[in-house]
Structures are given as C-alpha cells and as structure tokens.
C-alpha cells in the first residue's frame, strides 16, 4: 500500500520531494488538482467534493494506507470533515493527515510565542490557525498575512519583482516583533533562502516541506498498524487532473528536475 500525497496544484510537490528524500523505501502516489485551482476561491462545500473524490480515488484505485493533504486550504476546508464522517463509514483503518496542526506543534516545541504567518488569502480570512493554536497554546500570539502574489510569481518565474514584494509583505510582521514565521503555502518552501536573507536573524522559518517529512516519520514510528502495511519498493506516480505546458514547466521549476505527469481526470 502507498502513501498518498495530494494538492490543489504542483506545490505539494516540494513536501511530496523532502518525504521521499527523508522515507525514501516507501511507494507514492502524488496528484495535483490542476483542473480545478485555485482552491482558494471556491465555496467549502465545493471544495470538499473535490477533496473527497481525491481521497477515494488514492484509497480505492491507488491503494494508499496514508494520505497528507498537503494542500493548505483543503485542511482548512476538507480535513476534518474527511477525517470525521468520510474515513470512518468508509476506510476506518487508514489515515488522512493535513498540514496545520504539525506546523503549530512544531512552533509550540521551539517555545516561539510570538508568531508570523504567510498564506493564501483564504488562509488567513479561514482563522484556522488561530482556532487550532488555541487548542495547542494560547499563549502563543500569531499575526497573519495575506501574500497572493507569491504563487504566481514563483510559478512564472517572476524572480526579479520578488525581493520588493516579500520586503512589503514581511515588514508588517517583522514590526510585531515575531520570534518565527510559519510558511502557509507549500510553493512557499522555493523561497526559503530569500526570506532568510530579509528577515531578522533572530526569526526561525517554519517550512512545511522540512517539518511534514520529520512529523510524519514520527508519526509512522507510532503507529506501527498502518506503517508496517506500507510497500517499499521506491516507486512514486504524479498525476494532475490536467496537464499543460505552463504545469509541465512549473513542475520541473518547483523539483529541479523533470518528472513523468499522468494525467487523471474523476
């Protein structure tokens, strides 16, 4: 059985990269949802249709033990829904994980309490973060900010108008004073060195794509019923619900390399 890694895009691609590079015996399966991006600017009942049909079609077609949502807005639209009424009348022995909770443990570990966070627009309007760092630390202060212009900019390789965009988007946040910056998009991960250069020594990065692979080893470590049914043969699959020569190009931007795109359409 494979672990499952699914986006709304290819951003997914650098957490479903730095899994495979941390737990590289296992069998993946990635899909992008390119069809219907972005997912930001759809209704939560639209969205959890297609998460839905996505998590079905990685457990019955692919055979996934495990999925990771890796996409931001559906584990703030879709996870738990899934996790509550999907998974339990339907494959009550797998798992569907998401992405925001191991983000706010990790911060609540490094004992960082007071917190930045860049994200989509729908990101920030959903609250997610502030409702589940309540549950984790209250304590902890978190200051949001919306930063459309990222994803496109990375994906059309808009590097020379990058610097001054994140400087204006940072700035905000730098004034608050805060100790750590959670990256809320998985195409935010690319940017990692230029944001280290503009921001305060003193400011830890939180990026998915190197905390998801640690949490999820810690998580297959403990729960040995689901990982000891996983294959290792080393074989991973990347299927898009629609490929075009934009994705194609993205793709190998976002993994330094070229990759093999099926396309599958539910």
Not at 71 to 86: F, M
Not at 107 to 120: E, V, W
Not at 215 to 229: G, V
Not at 242 to 266: G, H
């Amino acid at each position: 059985m494979k672990i499952g890694v699914f986006d709304s895009g290819l951003g997914g691609l650098l957490i479903a990269k730095e899994i495979r590079k941390q737990l590289p015996d296992y069998d993946y399966v990635y899909f992008g949802d390119t069809l219907h991006l972005p997912y930001g600017v759809r209704s939560m009942d639209t969205i959890y249709g297609y998460c839905e049909k996505i998590v079905d079609y990685l457990f019955r077609v692919q055979n996934c033990q495990i999925i990771i949502v890796a996409c931001n807005t559906a584990s703030a639209a879709a996870l738990r829904r899934l996790q509550q009424e999907y998974l339990p009348t339907h494959f009550p022995d797998r798992r569907i994980l998401g992405v925001v909770i191991p983000m706010l443990e990790e911060a609540d570990d490094s004992n960082i309490k007071n917190l930045g966070l860049i994200a989509t627009n729908y990101m920030v309007g959903s609250g997610i973060y502030q409702e589940e760092l309540r549950k984790i630390d209250p304590e902890i202060e978190i200051h949001q900010k919306a930063t459309p212009l990222l994803v496109p900019l990375i994906e059309y390789e808009g590097d020379e108008w990058i610097d001054s965009v994140l400087q204006s988007y940072l700035q905000p946040l730098v004034e608050k004073g805060i100790k750590g910056l959670i990256l809320g998009c998985t195409h935010y991960a690319i940017l990692e060195e230029k944001l280290a250069k503009l921001l305060p020594e003193n400011v830890t990065i939180l990026s998915q794509h190197k905390i998801i692979p640690l949490k999820l080893t810690d998580y297959l470590q403990r729960h040995p019923e689901i990982e000891t049914k996983l294959t290792k043969n080393n074989h991973v699959s990347y299927l898009l619900s629609d490929i075009t020569p934009s994705y194609i190009l993205a793709s190998e931007r976002l993994m330094q390399e070229k990759i093999t795109l099926q396309k599958v359409v539910l």
